[in-house]
C-alpha cells in the first residue's frame, strides 16, 4: 500500500497485519480524491474541507485516508482506532513520513468518541463491513463535537450494507467500486 497522490506520492504505507483491518484501496483513494478536491462545490463559498481544516480519519486502521489528506495538503488529521496494533502501525507510518507536526493517533472508539475541541472539516469512516456502525458514529462524533454542518462526511461500506439512513444526511455524492461502497454527505442538524 502506498501514498497514491500529492508531496508524498509513492511512499509506501504499514498496515495492521490480520483481517481486522481492510485497507481502502489505492485506485478507490485515488478517485476518492479526485473527487474531494472539488469538494468547494457543495458548499456557498470557496470552503474546500480537504485543504480547510482538521481531518479525521475514524476507524482509522493503518491511517491511509488520513495520511493521503495530508500528502495532497490537508493541514492536520486525527486518527481514531480502538486496536493498540493499529494505532502502532498508524503512529510508524506519520513517522515514516515526517509529519508529527500535522497528525496524531488516538486509542478512541468512533461510536463513543472523546470531545472535540474543534470540529473537523471532513470526516472518513470505514468501519468494519457488516457492523452497522456509520449511523451511529456519525451520531455520537456529532454529539462531541467533531462535525458539524460544514464538516463533510466520507463513509465507506459494503453495497449491501444499509445506506445512511439519518434524517438530517444529505448525500452529496455516491459512487460504487467493486466491493466498496463511497458515500459522501454533510449532516445538517
Partial sequence: MRIVGGTHRGRLLNAPEGRDTRPTLDRVREALFSILSHASRWYEDDFNPLYDGVILDAFAGSGALGLEAISRGAERA?????????????????????????????????????????????????????????????????QAGWINDNTLIVAERDPRDPEIALEDFYLCDSRKYGRCQIDIGRFIA
Avoid at 472523546?114 to 455520537?140: E, N, Q
Fill in 78 to 142: 486525527v486518527f481514531f482506532d480502538n486496536d493498540r496494533k493499529a494505532i502502532a502501525i498508524i503512529e510508524q507510518n506519520i513517522d515514516t513520513l515526517r509529519i508529527a507536526d500535522q497528525a496524531s493517533a488516538r486509542r478512541a472508539d468512533a461510536t463513543k468518541p472523546p470531545r472535540a475541541s474543534t470540529p473537523a472539516s471532513m470526516v472518513f469512516l470505514d468501519p468494519p463491513y457488516g457492523k452497522d456502525l456509520i449511523d451511529p458514529s456519525i451520531t455520537a462524533l456529532a
